[in-house]
């Protein structure tokens, strides 16, 4: 809900040019603390240091009223100065919204974008417009559709008319400062292919690559015979550009100081500033990339009409196309599971064409996995990188020689039933063997990880669900059945507490009329009378789960670095303040556009590590541009830089893994359907060259940019 604080009127931003049309604004409206001041033809936006709300800024109308006309344009376009002594990010939000709604805003259609920008950096903020239309006939359960289809997040309305330009600041850990101006339409739009008028021409969409059909793109391949060419090109280009001077076989820093030699990776601070140290004593940064593995794939169970040729349905194709028993999550196949999903991994399908595999049946899959073992740890120590990210193929990971930090995600333990989670319920972690079942899963899946040296630690659990607050896990318990241990142990709390149920009731304002009635109610009582005893429980279940994981970790994974459980942007300071007592690193998956100014919670002194961050653009085959949007390749490479130079200037960060190698598949991932273009290379094993240069010159500064940014007030 916004709340409105002033208004004030801000004349025409006229941007005039042959390829740009200038939009005439007029209201500016406070959301949640911020404030717009006219100076000149811009807008001066501050964002205080201890807002409102999470999202301050300033809502932008047309001048006059009525909405924006956006038809015609492939990008808004803004120009942002940052104001401030530090990296800092603006994020954008292009929104249609329900009318006659009261004080409750519902957004019909939203798109995204930002920008992060350097200490007094000017820079042309730029957002991919994707037009929509109704149709019958689109492709289901993307997580973002074709340009010319219908879609709510990510696309203009099918009227192109929009109601409001928001700039903000999420989370703002201080105060900031911007200049805005020059806002403007860009890039007129051809006209959506003919194929789109019909399913008839539509289908099949996907090409025999699994690049889409009705659109083309610098980089689209057209022929087996082009892969010959770009091999060559690649090998030239590898030759040319070998891994960065300065870095011992971990790759840590040969340029920097020499620190004791632990034989293993730990923390250290550094002049003011968190680093890991590697086995051999220097300072190490991890600049990683996650799922470097080639098994994604798309479902092809009751979409076989979108695929112009499929692999043939072999034994040996069974890596390429198989079957998934396993949970669909969102997407395709929510509401509508079959017992079994047959998928095609057009990737690995591809790497056998592009090797000239003549007999799958033989030696397909070894030969694309031998290809990948090689080239991609050549590849990545060429871009300029020192590690592996999350969730990379083991086989790979263990021929790379690179440093490498996997996640256990431990679905094999007993979880909390009513405690509903992001990808799993939370862990029951009062059943009796969960400490064994976790040092035992650690243990199976891992054995040979701990012994290594590459091996930094391990990621346990990844984006847990922690709840709307700091009760909720404890409302999930009081959801259970009364076999669950977790709400035997809230009984047995509240029993020592109480003493009788009556004494409980009384407080509760409840009417059990046992112990025992209570295990078996799953009724939830109103928080203003629980609260104390619900908040009290939640915080037991939150400690002990850290403390389980820490213990497992030490008695099974010695010398091994406990690196948290991946906390989402989503994350609560008092979940925060317990996993510091118990990691020694703490992550977070931060889709962001800068993380300069990011800090933990007063009083932690802990470093923290990037697990997950990317940048997409549309148009390029699969159409999500992922969850921090850009307008074209150039401009992914800059955000990108941008991002990890962010990292390098804030003292607490200790490393960052891109999500992810490859471009997610176009019809989107069996699990939910991400179609995400976020990746280094396509589905045809072809690099981006702008990231590819942009890594490079990152990977060759790395250390050097660590020490000598210093952040705001040192």
Same mark, same amino acid.
């Given at each position: 809900?916004?709340?409105?604080?002033?208004?004030?009127?801000?004349?025409?931003?006229?941007?005039?040019?042959?390829?740009?049309?200038?939009?005439?604004?007029?209201?500016?409206?406070?959301?949640?603390?911020?404030?717009?001041?006219?100076?000149?033809?811009?807008?001066?936006?501050?964002?205080?240091?201890?807002?409102?709300?999470?999202?301050?800024?300033?809502?932008?109308?047309? *001048?006059?009223?009525?909405?924006?006309?956006?038809?015609?344009?492939?990008?808004?376009?803004?120009?942002?100065?940052?104001?401030?002594?530090?990296?800092?990010?603006?994020?954008?939000?292009?929104?249609?919204?329900?009318?006659?709604?009261?004080?409750?805003?519902?957004?019909?259609?939203?798109?995204?974008?930002?920008?992060?920008?350097?200490?007094?950096?000017?820079?042309?903020?730029?957002?991919?417009?994707?037009?929509?239309?109704?149709?019958?006939?689109?492709?289901?359960?993307?997580?973002?559709?074709?340009?010319?289809?219908?879609?709510?997040?990510?696309?203009?309305?099918?009227?192109?008319?929009?109601?409001?330009?928001?700039?903000?600041?999420?989370?703002?850990?201080?105060?900031?400062?911007?200049?805005?101006?020059?806002?403007?339409?860009? *890039?007129?739009?051809?006209?959506?292919?003919?194929?789109?008028?019909?399913? *008839?021409?539509?289908?099949?969409?996907?090409?025999?690559?699994?690049?889409?059909?009705?659109?083309?793109?610098?980089?689209?391949?057209?022929?087996?015979?082009?892969?010959?060419?770009?091999?060559?090109?690649?090998?030239?280009?590898?030759?040319?550009?070998?891994?960065?001077?300065?870095?011992?076989?971990?790759?840590?820093?040969?340029?920097?100081?020499?620190? =004791?030699?632990?034989?293993?990776?730990?923390?250290?601070?550094?002049?003011?500033?968190?680093?890991?140290?590697?086995?051999?004593?220097?300072?190490?940064?991890?600049?990683?990339?996650?799922?470097?593995?080639?098994?994604?794939?798309?479902?092809?169970?009751?979409?076989?009409?979108?695929?112009?040729?499929?692999?043939?349905?072999?034994?040996?194709? =069974?890596?390429?196309?198989?079957?998934?028993?396993?949970?669909?999550?969102?997407?395709?196949?929510?509401?509508?599971?079959?017992?079994?999903?047959?998928?095609?991994?057009?990737?690995?399908?591809?790497?056998?064409?592009?090797?000239?595999?003549?007999?799958?049946?033989?030696?397909?899959?070894?030969?694309?996995?031998?290809?990948?073992?090689?080239?991609?740890?050549?590849?990545?120590?060429?871009?300029?990188?020192?590690?592996?990210?999350?969730?990379?193929?083991?086989?790979?990971?263990?021929?790379?020689?690179?440093?490498?930090?996997?996640?256990?995600?431990?679905?094999?333990?007993?979880?909390?039933?009513?405690?509903?989670?992001?990808?799993?319920?939370?862990?029951?972690?009062?059943?009796?063997?969960?400490?064994?079942?976790?040092?035992?899963?650690?243990?199976?899946?891992?054995?040979?990880?701990?012994?290594?040296?590459?091996?930094?630690?391990?990621?346990?659990?990844?984006?847990?669900?922690?709840?709307?607050?700091?009760?909720?896990?404890?409302?999930?318990?009081?959801?259970?059945?009364?076999?669950?241990?977790?709400?035997?142990?809230?009984?047995?709390?509240?029993?020592?507490?109480?003493?009788?149920?009556?004494?409980?009731?009384?407080?509760?304002?409840?009417?059990?009329?046992?112990?025992?009635?209570?295990?078996?109610?799953?009724?939830?009582?109103?928080?203003?009378?629980?609260?104390?005893?619900?908040?009290?429980?939640?915080?037991?279940?939150?400690?002990?789960?850290?403390?389980?994981?820490?213990?497992?970790?030490?008695?099974?994974?010695?010398?091994?670095?406990?690196?948290?459980?991946?906390?989402?942007?989503?994350?609560?300071?008092?979940?925060?303040?317990?996993?510091?007592?118990?990691?020694?690193?703490?992550?977070?998956?931060?889709?962001?556009?800068?993380?300069?100014?990011?800090?933990?919670?007063?009083?932690?002194?802990?470093?923290?590590?990037?697990? *997950?961050?990317?940048?997409?653009?549309?148009?390029?085959?699969?159409?999500?541009?992922?969850?921090?949007?850009?307008?074209?390749? =150039?401009?992914?490479?800059?955000?990108?830089?941008?991002?990890?130079?962010?990292?390098?200037?804030?003292?607490?960060?200790?490393?960052?893994?891109?999500?992810?190698?490859?471009?997610?598949?176009?019809?989107?991932?069996?699990?939910?359907?991400?179609?995400?273009?976020?990746?280094?290379?396509?589905?045809?094993?072809?690099?981006?060259?702008?990231?590819?240069?942009?890594?490079?010159?990152?990977?060759?500064?790395?250390?050097? =940019?660590?020490?000598?940014?210093?952040?705001?007030?040192?």
């Amino acid at each position: 809900m916004m709340k409105f604080l002033f208004v004030l009127l801000l004349f025409c931003l006229l941007h005039a040019s042959r390829e740009a049309s200038g939009l005439e604004l007029g209201n500016v409206r406070a959301m949640f603390g911020g404030e717009g001041v006219v100076a000149g033809r811009k807008l001066e936006l501050t964002i205080p240091a201890e807002p409102a709300g999470r999202w301050p800024g300033v809502a932008l109308t047309p *001048e006059g009223g009525g909405r924006f006309d956006f038809n015609g344009c492939r990008e808004f376009r803004a120009e942002v100065s940052n104001l401030n002594a530090f990296p800092a990010q603006l994020q954008v939000e292009i929104v249609r919204l329900k009318r006659g709604s009261g004080k409750k805003e519902i957004f019909l259609n939203k798109i995204s974008g930002g920008i992060g920008l350097a200490p007094g950096e000017r820079a042309m903020l730029r957002v991919p417009l994707i037009r929509s239309r109704e149709s019958g006939f689109a492709p289901q359960g993307l997580r973002c559709a074709f340009e010319g289809f219908n879609c709510r997040e990510n696309h203009l309305p099918a009227d192109g008319m929009v109601d409001e330009i928001r700039f903000f600041v999420k989370d703002p850990c201080q105060a900031k400062r911007f200049r805005i101006g020059n806002l403007h339409l860009a *890039e007129k739009t051809a006209p959506l292919p003919e194929a789109l008028e019909s399913a *008839e021409t539509f289908y099949p969409c996907l090409d025999r690559f699994g690049q889409y059909r009705h659109s083309d793109w610098p980089g689209k391949l057209k022929d087996v015979s082009e892969w010959k060419i770009r091999a060559a090109d690649e090998e030239r280009d590898l030759a040319a550009h070998p891994a960065p001077a300065e870095r011992t076989r971990f790759g840590g820093w040969t340029g920097g100081p020499q620190l =004791e030699a632990t034989g293993g990776f730990r923390v250290e601070k550094y002049r003011g500033k968190w680093f890991f140290a590697d086995p051999e004593g220097r300072l190490f940064w991890l600049f990683g990339v996650n799922r470097c593995d080639l098994s994604e794939a798309t479902g092809v169970t009751r979409r076989e009409h979108c695929f112009e040729a499929l692999p043939p349905r072999c034994r040996a194709n =069974e890596w390429t196309y198989y079957a998934y028993p396993g949970a669909l999550r969102l997407g395709f196949y929510k509401g509508s599971r079959p017992r079994s999903v047959m998928q095609v991994s057009f990737l690995g399908l591809n790497l056998m064409r592009k090797l000239g595999v003549a007999d799958p049946e033989a030696d397909g899959r070894k030969t694309a996995y031998d290809y990948a073992c090689r080239r991609i740890p050549e590849r990545l120590r060429s871009w300029g990188f020192n590690a592996f990210g999350n969730s990379c193929s083991q086989q790979i990971v263990r021929a790379g020689r690179m440093p490498y930090a996997h996640t256990a995600h431990q679905t094999r333990c007993p979880q909390i039933a009513g405690a509903h989670g992001n990808w799993a319920n939370f862990d029951d972690v009062f059943s009796p063997d969960y400490a064994g079942l976790l040092a035992r899963n650690l243990k199976q899946d891992f054995g040979e990880a701990l012994q290594d040296p590459y091996c930094i630690g391990l990621y346990v659990h990844n984006e847990i669900g922690w709840g709307r607050d700091d009760a909720d896990l404890a409302r999930g318990v009081l959801r259970s059945p009364a076999s669950q241990p977790a709400k035997q142990e809230f009984r047995r709390m509240l029993e020592k507490k109480y003493g009788s149920i009556g004494r409980l009731n009384a407080v509760w304002k409840t009417e059990y009329p046992s112990w025992e009635a209570f295990l078996f109610s799953a009724a939830v009582p109103a928080d203003r009378d629980a609260w104390a005893d619900l908040n009290a429980f939640n915080m037991r279940l939150v400690h002990t789960y850290f403390a389980s994981v820490r213990q497992a970790m030490r008695e099974i994974a010695p010398g091994k670095l406990y690196l948290g459980c991946r906390f989402t942007n989503n994350y609560r300071n008092s979940i925060v303040r317990i996993a510091a007592e118990y990691c020694d690193v703490l992550s977070f998956n931060f889709y962001k556009y800068s993380i300069g100014t990011f800090r933990l919670p007063k009083g932690i002194d802990k470093p923290v590590i990037i697990g *997950e961050f990317h940048f997409g653009t549309p148009g390029y085959g699969p159409e999500w541009a992922g969850l921090c949007a850009v307008a074209g390749q =150039e401009e992914r490479a800059r955000a990108f830089d941008r991002y990890v130079r962010s990292a390098l200037y804030n003292p607490e960060i200790v490393g960052v893994q891109y999500f992810q190698l490859y471009d997610q598949p176009a019809l989107g991932r069996t699990l939910d359907g991400e179609n995400g273009q976020v990746g280094f290379l396509d589905v045809t094993d072809t690099p981006y060259p702008a990231m590819v240069e942009a890594s490079r010159r990152l990977g060759g500064r790395l250390y050097r =940019e660590r020490l000598s940014a210093v952040p705001a007030g040192k």
